[in-house]
């Protein structure tokens, strides 16, 4: 698992600020997968969105993916 915030996107507190959304949103996700290597990237829009919302996203694209029954 590896979240990454680029400089590109903005500094220091809002990259550790989208990290930490992203890591919640994969601590609040259902079923998630064990045998693959996951890499979330925050966009702009991701420190702005709550860790719940980040959830249900990652859930419906890892199910859309097939990575979830």
């Not at 890499?39 to 890892?62: C, F, H, P, Q, Y």
């Amino acid at each position: 698992m590896a979240y990454i915030a680029g400089k590109k996107n903005g500094n220091a507190v809002w990259r550790n600020r989208a990290k930490r959304k992203l890591r919640a949103a994969w601590a609040l996700a259902d079923d998630l997968p064990t045998s693959y290597d996951v890499l979330l990237i925050a966009n702009r829009r991701t420190a702005d969105r709550s860790a719940v919302e980040l959830a249900k996203t990652l859930d419906d694209v890892l199910l859309r993916e097939g990575l979830l029954q």
